[in-house]
């Protein structure tokens, strides 16, 4: 990662998204509750809103991977990441955003 205050899932490289896909559950729980204490440190665990952010955050892998292993998918939709590690949202290429190909939110 270039940066220490964010995490752009799309800097990851391919091997280290793998791997963080390919840890046992315990310690995929572990490092989500990593990232959820350093990004939203207020945010207590087991509330509502720390299981929404768990599951943003694994399901957030998971589309990113799914995002860069199907060329059809990728080729037309941006992708729209926040500072904190999560896809915001899949826009399709129809309602164009600009020439750049990801956006930052």
């Not at 205050?5 to 391919?14: C, F, G, H, I, N």
């Not at 060329?71 to 899949?90: F, M, V």
Request: no cysteine.
């Amino acid at each position: 990662m270039k940066s220490d205050e964010y995490l752009y899932l799309y800097e990851l490289e391919d091997n280290i998204l793998e791997y963080i896909l390919d840890l046992p559950e315990q310690e995929l729980a572990d490092y989500i509750h990593i990232l959820i204490a350093r990004f939203y440190g207020h945010t207590e665990k087991g509330s509502s809103a720390y299981l929404k952010l768990f599951a943003a955050y694994h399901s957030s892998f998971l589309l990113e991977k799914a995002y860069r292993a199907e060329t059809y998918l990728n080729s037309n939709y941006t992708a729209i990441y926040t500072k904190t590690g999560l896809i915001r949202e899949l826009v399709s290429d129809l309602y164009s955003i600009g020439k750049e190909k990801l956006a930052i939110h």
